[in-house]
């Protein structure tokens, strides 16, 4: 009996000395901008010799769980700023909490072509897009722009055919390449006199 006695308190003093070295720790922290000190959002934290890591939140805040004691490998990330690589000690404590102030990263960017389909000086037939040009001459040739030659006019532009509805009313239909209009409704036609544009 007494020998089962110190079996079992010599057991259970050796399963806590194994349980202590195997104690789990955590490391938490805050990260943030180094000249703003605000918190960086979705920063990454990895420690890379546990092979575990995680994302800050809102707040900028992490903490990553179950970590063993001992020296560690923490490697810190996030866009925009210059990887942190450190070690830290994590031994006596079960928790260690951390700041650290992340550094911009200087970047060249390289050249950004941006076309848009804005208001332009350009000249109307050096857009990119499908451009008919009337010149000053056709226009002059039907006697300026009036309602009655609006048709004729048009129906000289590639891809425009213009059709009488009604001769009474002198009503007519315009197609373009094919199609009564871009959107089954209303054709989008552009008529420039301004001499710049034009």
Known sequence: ???????????????????????QYS?????VDQETAMPLVGASIKITTAN??????DKGEFKITNIANGKLQLSVTH???????TTI????????????ALVH????LEEVVIVSSSRTNSRIEDLPTKVEVLGSEEVHEENGIKPGNIASLLGDIAGIQIQQTSAATGNADMRIQGENSLT???????????????
């Open 1 to 23: 009996m007494l020998k089962n006695k110190i079996l079992f308190i010599l057991g259970f003093l050796l399963l806590s000395a194994f349980v202590k070295a195997q104690a």
């Open 79 to 85: 866009t925009g700023y210059k990887t942190l690589d």
């Open 184 to 198: 089954n409704r209303y054709p989008i036609v552009v008529i420039c006199l301004m001499k710049p544009l034009c």
């Open 89 to 100: 000690e994590v031994a006596g404590k079960n928790i260690v909490n951390l700041k650290i």
């Open 52 to 57: 575990k890591g995680v994302v800050t939140n």
């Open 27 to 31: 490391v938490s922290g805050l990260i």
């Open 105 to 108: 990263e200087e970047e060249d």
